[in-house]
């Protein structure tokens, strides 16, 4: 689904953020990405959704190599991710059906479509109730909720969530990770980025590790088999 | 294809909703500019009309000291209608001009109580072609005329017209300039507007851009909504320059200017109306192309 190889990226002022990064990611996987602040892991997702360039290497996405993609094939590499950022992001003037919706009229879906679509998606994260609410009349779980839902009423094959849950006390945590358990479980390959290690001891899956822009761990959980690989091939 | 037109037209209608201050702004900006521009236009389009009235009418004028039969004067008449520069060859006898001159008066009238049309001289009214109200076309009649011994006063509004030109020369210079000024602080001025609009939507435009938008449909609504004002402030534009028109010119100096011969004052006609509308919407469209031409982006490379 998603292969890296030898990746590096460096910022403007020679701003080293990732070196040499080899990676594989298949189909149906749930990646936790982890490492302290800067390691890089914003970054490697920034390059996914071709938010950034590399500076050296090849990204290929579901078979397709995006490193060179031009600004009018990326609208439509985004159509395959669902992003869920820390910060939400969502549209504070917009309602939550709004906010959802977005997505599926930016894909030119029909009005009807869009709202059976959108009612299912904000009931599977329990949010049905809340469709004519602004963001800042729900709750910071309620609002992650609602970024999920607008992540996944698409229908993406892959997930990126870049600690999505670095604001949310440990409660509304869970029922976060239930959601992208779900989506996995649908088949939805998903990435994300969090420095929580308990989620990470709670949720066990396989942890891609970054240190100073270079991948540090690349492990499989010890019950789900043996480890991969650990430092830098 | 008709749902997205009515889609776009709708965001563009939200986003015009959701920042009314900076929407009027705009609307005003446009209209300002533009209302400006329709006043020269109307300007110099009634200056226009009155130095072609009085090219017409200021042509060269020959004074009868003794007026001579009718069918002498018909043989004067058809002898200048044969020049190629004279149009139109009017006798005007004595009575007729002391007619028009007791018209002109008005109610000063009782002025001349008492005096009869003998004080005013006959008179052969020569109007030039339309092709041929130039100094040069004017100064060649008369000297035809002058060789001519029958004719020997005459009088030409030749300055009159000459000055009449220039000025209308420099009112459709100036008239240009400052439009072109206006039309272009009108840009800039649309053009930051709608920069301040995506600043402040700047999260919806990221957000567009993340779940997969294509510029054309991050951009369209702005677009959209940059015509719309622009359209808007031309209609505006038209609304305002009709009212100055109506109020000060036909009702003000409605009856000022009848005295300069200008019988009616005339509106912008209906071509220059809907330039005006459809130039409100370029500008609007063209400011907001500018403002969206480094902002939508997918991405540093």
Redesign the interface.
Known sequence: MIQLFNVCKVYQGDQNALSDITLKIEKGEFVFLTGPSGAGKSTLL?LL?????PTRGQILVNGRNITRYG??R??????N?G?VFQDF?L???RTVFENVA??L????RK?IEISKKVYQTLKSVGLEHRLNYYPLQLSGGEQQRVAVA?ALV?DPLILLADEPTGNLDPEVTLDIMELFKNANARGTTIIMATHDRNLIRMFPRRIVSLAGGSLAVDDLPLFQGSAGTTGQS | MILRTAYFLKRALRNMRQSPVLSMASVGTVAVALALLAFFAIAVLNVQQLTASWGETLAIVVYLDDVPDEKTVNGWVKDIENYPETSKVTFVSRQSAFERFLKRLGDDADLIEGLGAEILPASLEISLGDDWRSEAAIATVVERLRSDHRFNDLQYGQGWLEKLQAFLLLLRVSGSALGGFLVFAALVIVTNTIKLTLYARQDELEAMAMVGGTSLFIKLPYLVEGALQGLLGGVTALGLSFLVFQVVLQKSLGSLLLITGIDTIHFLPLIWQGMLVVGGSLIGLLGSLFALRKFVRFGSS
């Open positions: 920034k959704y071709c938010a950034e360039r600004a009018a990326i609208p439509y590499l985004r159509r991710f992003i992001k549209l504070v003037r977005f997505p009229e930016v894909h030119g009005r607008r698409v």
